[in-house]
C-alpha cells in the first residue's frame, strides 16, 4: 500500500477517534449534571434567596447566585467589548501593514489568555489591597473583564483575518476612512464571529470561580450597587460541595445544571442572530 495512503488512513482513524472521545466527554458531562441535578431543582430554589437554614439543607435558594452571576458576566462582557473589539479592528485595519508590531500585540494575547484565572484573582486582590477597596461587585467586574479581553480579542483576531483583504483596499479606494472600513467593512463582514468570539468570553465569564474567589466576596442578598458583595453560580457550587450535608451537595448540582441552561440559552440566542446577520456577509 502506498506511504501516502497509510497516513490519509492514519489520520482519518486519528480524527475519528479525537471526534468521538470529544463527544463521548460531553455526553458524560451534560448526563451527569442533569441527572444529579434536575431532581434536586425546583421553583423554590431559582427563586428565593437562601434563607438561615439554608447551608444545613433548610428552605431557601440561589436566586442571589444566579443574579449576581448574570450582573458580573454581563458587565465584565460589555467592557471587554468595549476594549477587545476596537483592539481587534485596529490590529486588522489600521496597523495591518506594520507585521512585526501586531505578532508582537498578538502574542502577548496569547500569552495573557493562558494565564490561569487564579493569577488574576491574585491580580485583583492585590489592586484591591492598594486601593482599599472590599470586595465587590465592581471589582470582580473589574477582574473578570481582565481575564477575558484577551479571549475576546484574539477570537475576534482569528475572524477579521479571514476577511478578503481586497475589501479593505476597495473601502480605502473609495475615500473610507479606516474607522469606516473597520466598523462598516469588516465588523459588518463578520458579525458571526464576532458573536461567537464573544459568546466564548461570557462563557468564561460566567462560569469562572478562581478570577472572583477573592474579589467579589460572597452573600446571600441580591446586591443594589456595584459597591456591594455578590454571590455566584460558581462559588456557590464550590461551597455547597464543600458541605458534609448530602442535601446541600445536591443543591449544588442543582445550581451546576441552572449554569449550564443558562449558557444554552445564550449559546441559542448566539446562533440565532448570527444566522440573522449571515445575510450581510459577502460571499467571494
Request: glycine residues 8%; positive net charge; charged residues 15%.
Given at each position: ?21 470529544i ?20 421553583w423554590?430554589?431559582?427563586s428565593?434567596t ?8 433548610k ?33 486588522n ?17 496569547d500569552l ?7 493569577v488574576?484573582?491574585?491580580f ?52 473610507s476612512?479606516?474607522?469606516?472600513t ?7 463582514q463578520s458579525?458571526?464571529g ?20 477573592f474579589?467579589t ?12 458583595p ?24 442543582a445550581?451546576?445544571a ?13 446562533r ?13
Amino acid at each position: 500500500m502506498d506511504l501516502r495512503k497509510i497516513e490519509e488512513i492514519f489520520f482519518r482513524i486519528l480524527m475519528f477517534c479525537s471526534t468521538v472521545i470529544i463527544a463521548v466527554s460531553l455526553i458524560i458531562i451534560i448526563f451527569s449534571t442533569f441527572y444529579k441535578g434536575l431532581p434536586h431543582l425546583t421553583w423554590e430554589m431559582i427563586s428565593k434567596t437562601p434563607k438561615g437554614g439554608f447551608y444545613f439543607g433548610k428552605e431557601g435558594g440561589i436566586l442571589n447566585a444566579i443574579v449576581g452571576s448574570l450582573y458580573l458576566s454581563f458587565g465584565a462582557t460589555i467592557l471587554a467589548i468595549l476594549f477587545g473589539l476596537p483592539l481587534a479592528l485596529f490590529l486588522n485595519v489600521h496597523i495591518a501593514h506594520r507585521r512585526k508590531l501586531v505578532n508582537v500585540v498578538r502574542f502577548v494575547m496569547d500569552l495573557l489568555w493562558g494565564v490561569p484565572s487564579i493569577v488574576y484573582g491574585a491580580f485583583g486582590f492585590t489592586i484591591m489591597v492598594f486601593f482599599g477597596i472590599r470586595a465587590s461587585l465592581l471589582a470582580g467586574i473589574i477582574t473578570v473583564t481582565l481575564f477575558i479581553i484577551p479571549i475576546m480579542v484574539r477570537g475576534i483576531d482569528e475572524v477579521l483575518q479571514s476577511v478578503p483583504r481586497g475589501l479593505h483596499e476597495s473601502s480605502l479606494s473609495l475615500g473610507s476612512t479606516r474607522a469606516e472600513t473597520a466598523y462598516k467593512v469588516f465588523l459588518k463582514q463578520s458579525v458571526p464571529g464576532v458573536v461567537t468570539a464573544i459568546l466564548l468570553s461570557f462563557g468564561r465569564a460566567i462560569g469562572d470561580a478562581a478570577s472572583i474567589l477573592f474579589t467579589t466576596g460572597y452573600t446571600d442578598h441580591i446586591p443594589t450597587s456595584l459597591s456591594q458583595p455578590t454571590a455566584t453560580l460558581p462559588l456557590a457550587i464550590f461551597f455547597q460541595l464543600s458541605s458534609p450535608i448530602p442535601q446541600v451537595r445536591d443543591r449544588a448540582y442543582a445550581a451546576a445544571a441552572v449554569l449550564f441552561i443558562i449558557i444554552l440559552i445564550i449559546s441559542i440566542l448566539s446562533r440565532f442572530f448570527s444566522k440573522r446577520y449571515q445575510k450581510n456577509k459577502i460571499n467571494f
